[in-house]
């Protein structure tokens, strides 16, 4: 007796069906890809703004407790016997410690303090804990370059020390005045940091809100830290960014605007593609993060008007700044 078959006919996916369905998903990925990155890239910027204003609101504490804002870094006049001799090119010596180290307390940040030794050289092993600590401050999540510690080299390549990463910078103003062969930076700077400064509220008579204070420097370009200025470290530029120079110890926590006297009168704004080891220079698509002396925080774009950036480099240049210009 014949009997049928009452299983239905199998049903599946041509190859040319399935071909078609993943080219449909590999589209709406390609679609949606860019968007995600849109997203992350804002959170990751809007991380480094909020990093900038605590980083400001850290440095108007200070500003309030010791009436005058923190120095770039610390340097015995000349030398002496606990902190060694100056450096015979740049004039540097010990203990180096920078503003960083002196904002800790103000960022919620006193054990790392507490564990310095400040009356110390900052390369001692006896302040290393401190001195390799990590501060998420200091970090921007939109930096490629991984690494949290790097180590300080000479132009030998020695190493003198081993610090904890920032990608954040101090701004000296115009012009370089580690360039110059004098202990006291204070006729040479038109910025409100520099080596030993001590710049009051009253000196910036440019106002605080038309003055660059910090800025990004990612160090996909070069090293720079929180901790401390070494005498006799060589800062350079990553091999990718090889065209660029060296530059002296201090560029490790300070950069400027331009024009200086030792660049030709060149202007270098953030993302400049000079990319000097001494200028601002960030990961985000078009420009970077900036904390003026108030405490707001601007995105500058790469096209800035230069004249307006140099502008807000020093703190005392007397111009006129339009919102629109910046």
Known sequence: MYIK???SPRNAFTLIELLVVIAIIAVLISLLLPAVQSAREAARRAQCVNNLKQIGLGMANYESSFRCFPPAYLSAAQ?????????????????????????TPFLEQSPVYQSLN?????????????????????????????????????????????????????????NEPWIY???????????????????TVAAVTDGLSNTLFLGEHSSILSDKTWVAVVPGTVVCPRPRFALSL???????????????????????????????????????????????????????????NQRAWAALATIRGGEVISADSY
């Open 5 to 7: 078959d009452s299983r």
């Open 79 to 103: 030398g002496d016997a606990i902190h060694g001799p100056h450096d015979p090119v740049s004039l540097d010596s010990g203990p180096g410690w920078a503003y960083g180290t002196m904002l």
């Open 118 to 174: 400040v009356n110390l050289p900052s390369w001692l092993p006896v302040n290393e804990t401190g001195t390799r600590t990590q501060l998420s401050a200091f970090l921007c999540p939109s930096v490629s370059e991984e690494s949290k510690l790097f180590d300080l080299l000479d132009g030998s390549g020695r190493q003198l020390a081993r610090f904890s990463r920032s990608h954040y910078v101090l701004n000296a103003g115009n």
């Open 181 to 199: 062969q004098t202990f006291d930076h204070r006729n040479v700077a038109d910025g409100p940091f520099f080596r030993n400064s001590a710049t």
């Open 246 to 304: 060296c530059d002296y110890a201090a560029t490790l926590v300070l950069t400027h605007s331009g024009p200086s006297a030792f660049e030709g009168g060149v202007i270098h704004p953030p993302n400049s593609q000079a990319a000097h080891v001494c200028q601002m220079y960030s990961e985000h698509p078009g420009g970077a993060n900036i904390l003026l002396g108030d405490g707001s925080v601007r995105f500058i774009k790469s096209t800035v």
